[in-house]
């Protein structure tokens, strides 16, 4: 299978394209019927683009995000019998930004297990689940320096809900080292409290990796499921966040609340702890907090399942297929 991976080519913080392409390349080398070649929709002319298709001739095009979306209509034109797909990477928080591209597309790939029934059967398109997965060169086991070792560690943006949740745990914190990374906290209610334990700007992955391997306890807060306006339909989200796989890779412990599609990832209670609510959060923070071993050996558990089956190689094998079964079935 010949694939033309169309993305934007913008760095981002999360580096996802890079460790997709990165996963893609290394298939390529060691699978004898995948070759890939990509475009990138902001840094090369439409020129190359031609090119590409002209003398790669793919079997499939897959656009990477709705930036390179702009493309389409030269994809179409240019490779008319060649199916193309669009790969989401943010639903359902995003969803209005991807509707009105759907008609445009022959397939769709969404790393929400939520959004399937809407792509399928609201706008009767194919429709396949990938979830995000980890970058283990990034994220890994280490020994960190104290500045970056806590008792309990969060490292995001600032939505409402965990703004909401992050004040109520202010109690609870209270004489135990936190350290809380990201844009927005300032809007806590009690930010004067922790605001020596606020590092107040984002951070690439190789220092989220140290203060993760530095934390006793890393909390997985998931955003809420219309934070931005953007999910008029309030379709659920279902599949866990990209860094539930970077917490675990770095063998660290994490409390993460629950979405339902953990289960099907991990061995829940005894690879991951989730939490249902904030008195169920409390309660697991004092326990796990003064049971090490526990906590140690569900963090390893955790670590090795991610490393078998939470790879971004692992999940760039799993499109491949993805892809091969629908070529097939349209043949």
């Given at each position: 299978?010949?694939?033309l991976l169309i993305y934007s080519g913008m760095k981002t913080l999360?580096?996802?394209?890079?460790?997709?392409?990165?996963?893609?390349?290394?298939?390529?080398?060691?699978?004898?019927?995948?070759?890939?070649?990509?475009?990138?929709?902001?840094?090369?002319?439409?020129?190359?683009?031609f090119q590409r298709i002209r003398f790669f001739h793919p079997h499939?095009?897959?656009?990477?995000?709705?930036?390179?979306?702009?493309?389409?209509?030269?994809?179409?034109?240019?490779?008319?019998?060649?199916?193309?797909?669009?790969?989401?990477?943010?639903?359902?928080?995003?969803?209005?930004?991807?509707?009105?591209?759907?008609?445009?597309?022959?397939?769709?790939?969404?790393?929400?297990?939520?959004?399937?029934?809407?792509?399928?059967?609201?706008?009767?398109?194919?429709?396949?689940?990938?979830?995000?997965?980890?970058?283990?060169?990034?994220?890994?086991?280490?020994?960190?320096?104290?500045?970056?070792?806590?008792?309990?560690?969060?490292?995001?943006?600032?939505?409402?809900?965990?703004?909401?949740?992050?004040?109520?745990?202010?109690?609870?914190?209270?004489?135990?080292?936190?350290?809380?990374?990201?844009?927005?906290?300032?809007?806590?209610?009690?930010?004067?409290?922790?605001?020596?334990?606020?590092?107040?700007?984002?951070?690439?992955?190789?220092?989220?990796?140290?203060?993760?391997?530095?934390?006793?306890?890393?909390?997985?807060?998931?955003?809420?499921?219309?934070?931005?306006?953007?999910?008029?339909?309030?379709?659920?989200?279902?599949?866990?966040?990209?860094?539930?796989?970077?917490?675990?890779?770095c063998h660290s412990f994490q409390l993460v609340s629950r979405r339902?599609?953990?289960?099907?990832?991990?061995?829940?209670?005894?690879?991951?702890?989730?939490?249902?609510?904030?008195?169920?959060?409390?309660?697991?923070?004092?326990?796990?907090?003064?049971?090490?071993?526990?906590?140690?050996?569900?963090?390893?558990?955790?670590?090795?399942?991610?490393?078998?089956?939470?790879?971004?190689?692992?999940?760039?094998?799993?499109?491949?297929?993805?892809?091969?079964?629908?070529?097939?079935?349209?043949?």
């Amino acid at each position: 299978m010949r694939l033309l991976l169309i993305y934007s080519g913008m760095k981002t913080l999360s580096r996802l394209g890079e460790n997709v392409i990165g996963a893609f390349r290394r298939l390529e080398r060691s699978l004898g019927n995948f070759h890939i070649q990509t475009y990138y929709s902001k840094l090369e002319s439409r020129e190359k683009l031609f090119q590409r298709i002209r003398f790669f001739h793919p079997h499939i095009i897959l656009v990477f995000c709705k930036e390179a979306h702009a493309v389409n209509s030269d994809i179409r034109k240019w490779a008319p019998k060649v199916p193309v797909g669009l790969w989401v990477v943010n639903d359902p928080y995003h969803i209005q930004d991807y509707e009105w591209m759907v008609p445009y597309y022959d397939f769709m790939v969404t790393q929400d297990s939520g959004c399937l029934p809407f792509y399928r059967d609201r706008r009767n398109k194919p429709a396949f689940h990938l979830p995000l997965a980890v970058n283990p060169t990034h994220y890994f086991p280490g020994n960190v320096k104290r500045d970056y070792q806590s008792d309990v560690c969060f490292v995001g943006s600032a939505w409402s809900d965990r703004i909401r949740l992050m004040d109520h745990l202010i109690p609870l914190l209270s004489g135990k080292k936190v350290i809380i990374v990201g844009e927005g906290w300032e809007k806590l209610k009690h930010y004067s409290r922790l605001k020596k334990s606020m590092i107040n700007r984002n951070i690439p992955p190789s220092e989220t990796a140290r203060y993760y391997n530095g934390a006793k306890i890393v909390l997985n807060i998931h955003r809420p499921l219309n934070d931005i306006n953007k999910n008029p339909y309030h379709l659920p989200a279902c599949t866990p966040n990209n860094r539930t796989f970077d917490i675990a890779a770095c063998h660290s412990f994490q409390l993460v609340s629950r979405r339902r599609d953990l289960g099907r990832l991990y061995r829940l209670g005894e690879e991951i702890i989730t939490y249902k609510n904030l008195k169920d959060l409390k309660q697991k923070i004092d326990y796990y907090l003064i049971h090490d071993k526990q906590r140690e050996e569900i963090a390893g558990r955790a670590y090795r399942r991610t490393l078998r089956d939470h790879t971004y190689t692992v999940r760039m094998r799993q499109l491949i297929h993805i892809m091969h079964r629908f070529l097939r079935s349209r043949s």
